[in-house]
């Protein structure tokens, strides 16, 4: 329920897109918001008010002169006493008239009225998205503060192929969720690992581990929802990318080490959640190890750079925040941990309650002792770690 109380309007205009603002009106009452639906004439071309008056359970309003509204003022009732209103989906002509202030129907008029913050989702054939006029109406908007979520790339309606897609409903919902976050990291650029390492042995086996990379996703995207520039170098892992963080694949503890060291000077914050791998083979054989009688193969290991200490032993480092996973003596391992690697901060938490799982147990330890968190979500706990992140960060 991740928009609990929080009251939407939501503004639908003439585009085949519309038909997935029914998706849309189902996720956020899912997420525990209320939304008014109001429609362009066009938008009821696409798809039927009634649609909208049974998923929200509100009556839609598309007619400036409604003779449900007893003061004739829809256009100012309606918006309110909302948090946001969001225009999903924006056609290409919605959008110019927003930019030049037109009100010349009920929801460009409440558009103009309004007295809460706008966002739009673009929905529109790519040579009408890419067309300059649209460009210049879109920086304009922008620079009106006004909210510009995707358009996303793919195929589109009309047969043609690029950007213009209306996000997906789960992406909007996404981008709902991070825009009443406080934004505790505005302008700063975060970097961090995530996932496990493979140390390949063979083209087909490997050293690896259990991590499943959630925890490390989940801050990626609290980081991003609180305002920063996220980078995240993860290793083998099938999460998907929290929208806005710009995500880099690797394999091996030595690939994300290269990836992690080219890239960590130019960041404010650091953060190691991925599971290196300790050790690697000394050499990965080139073709398939086979079965030698009844004897097994030695495998000689060598080290492997560790990543956090590096980071942190730079001339200027950025602000460094270890994870520390144990199966027993937490406290005195993961607090071991941060003094051995220098850094201000590690997240400690148990083997058995955080390895692939949704939720976990925390506990930030620095250099003034422990702070539980108790169990949640990963996000929840992501968001409250990013919380502490900025503290530290207003203190350096
Ligand atoms: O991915 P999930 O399934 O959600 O699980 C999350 C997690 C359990 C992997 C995560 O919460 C976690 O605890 N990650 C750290 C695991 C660990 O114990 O790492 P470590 O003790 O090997 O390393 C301590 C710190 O040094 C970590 O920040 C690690 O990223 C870093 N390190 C370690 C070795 C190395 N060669 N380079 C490093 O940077």
């Not at 696409?46 to 256009?75: E, Y």
């Not at 202030?101 to 009225?113: E, K």
């Not at 009688?293 to 000689?300: D, F, K, L, Q, V």
């Not at 955080?354 to 250099?367: C, P, R, V």
Request: with cysteine.
């Amino acid at each position: 329920m991740e928009l609990m109380g929080k009251r939407i309007v939501l503004g639908i205009t003439g585009g085949i897109a519309a038909y997935k603002a029914a998706e849309l009106v189902r996720l956020l009452i899912k997420q525990g918001a209320t939304v008014q639906v109001t429609m362009t004439e066009a938008a009821t071309r696409f798809i039927a008010p009634v649609t909208f008056q049974a998923l929200s359970g509100k009556p839609v309003f598309c007619d400036q002169w409604d003779p449900r509204v007893a003061n004739n003022m829809a256009h100012i009732d309606l918006s309110r006493d909302a948090d946001v209103l969001l225009i999903a989906p924006a056609s290409a002509d919605f959008l110019a008239k927003l930019a030049h202030g037109l009100a010349d129907d009920l929801l460009s008029t409440l558009t103009l009225a309004r007295n809460c913050p706008l966002l739009v989702a673009p929905a529109m054939n790519l040579q009408m998205w890419e067309n300059p006029a649209t460009q210049r109406n879109i920086d304009t908007l922008r620079g009106d503060g006004v909210a510009i979520l995707g358009p996303a790339c793919g195929d589109q309606a009309c047969g043609e192929q690029g950007p213009g897609r209306m996000l997906e409903a789960e992406e909007i919902v996404a981008e709902l969720v991070a825009f009443f976050q406080p934004k505790l990291l505005n302008g700063k650029k975060v970097l961090l690992t995530a996932g496990p390492t493979f140390e390949a042995i063979d083209p087909v086996r490997g050293i690896t581990n259990l991590s499943s990379g959630k925890m490390g996703f989940a801050v990626a995207r609290a980081a991003r929802e609180a305002g920063a520039q996220v980078t995240l170098v993860c290793g083998p892992v099938s999460q998907n990318t929290p929208r806005g963080v710009t995500r880099i694949d690797v394999t091996s503890a030595l690939e994300m080490h290269a990836a992690v060291m080219q890239r960590a000077a130019l960041h404010d914050v650091f953060i190691g959640v991925a599971a290196v791998a300790d050790y690697r083979p000394r050499s990965a054989a080139e073709h398939k190890i086979k079965k030698d009688g009844n004897s097994a193969p030695s495998i000689e290991l060598v080290l492997n750079p560790d990543i956090l200490s590096e980071v942190a032993a730079l001339p200027v480092p950025p602000l460094c925040v270890g994870f520390a996973a144990e199966s027993h003596n937490l406290a005195e391992y993961a607090e071991k941990k941060r003094v051995t690697k220098k850094i201000p901060l590690i997240v400690g938490n148990l083997i058995q309650d955080s390895f692939g799982a949704d939720g976990n147990t925390l506990i930030l330890f620095d250099e003034n002792g422990q702070l539980p968190l108790p169990p949640a979500p990963k996000l929840e706990l992501a968001r409250q770690l990013v919380a502490r992140i900025a503290t530290l960060l207003e203190n350096r």
